[in-house]
């Protein structure tokens, strides 16, 4: 299977949404109930807020990338600088294509911005009963930092690069 990379377009929004609630719904199945999901969903993934991830992108402030294969979307990775912090905000593969190194060349890929921005470290808050994106974390070379926490539910992982 041939995956591409690139930055996120104005055109990708609609199909996002669609990819981030197919996503949320596997993820946080055992977490959240359906209509929170869905709110959720819609409240993150509003046009205001991809418009506002869009455009930072394009400045070279945040990096929003998708995945896509037959010209369809299948993941994205989303890493921002907050309170001075880079932060990988949000990487959601979709469940038929988990496990096929496309997670972790996103992460590669974000790394490689990040290093252009000079970071030297960057930060990550899973749902702590998100056990498997936590194991994933772990082996891309995240360690907990326990000093951290954005609130009781989110533990905060920290990668050095
Ligand atoms: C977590 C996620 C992004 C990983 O993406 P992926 O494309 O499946 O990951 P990769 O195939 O690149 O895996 C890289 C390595 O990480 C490890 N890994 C990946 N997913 C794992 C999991 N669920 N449990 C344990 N290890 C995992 C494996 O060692 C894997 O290498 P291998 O396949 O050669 O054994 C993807 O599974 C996903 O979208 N999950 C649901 C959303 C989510 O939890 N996002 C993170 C929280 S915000």
Known sequence: ????????????????RRVALESWRYTYRKI???????????AY???QGLIKAYQSTVKKSAWFCI????????????IRKRKGS???????????????????????????FLRSKKARKYLVYPNSRN????????TMGFIQNPSKYQDSTH??????L
Do not use: N
Not at 32 to 42: L, N
Not at 67 to 72: E, F, G, I, L
Not at 86 to 111: D, M
């Open 155 to 160: 533990p905060c992982f920290e990668k050095v």
């Open 131 to 138: 056990k498997s994106g936590i194991r994933f974390y772990q």
């Open 86 to 112: 880079w932060e990988l905000f949000r990487i959601y593969i979709l469940p038929p294509f988990h496990h096929q190194g496309i997670g972790s060349a996103l992460v590669r890929r974000g790394e490689k």
């Open 67 to 78: 995945a896509t294969s037959r010209r369809k979307i299948i993941g994205y990775s989303h």
């Open 1 to 16: 299977m041939v995956v591409q990379y690139r930055l996120l377009q104005k055109k990708d929004f609609p199909e996002i």
């Open 32 to 42: 959240y109930p359906i209509k929170m999901i869905k709110e959720r969903v819609a």
């Open 45 to 47: 993934y509003s046009d």
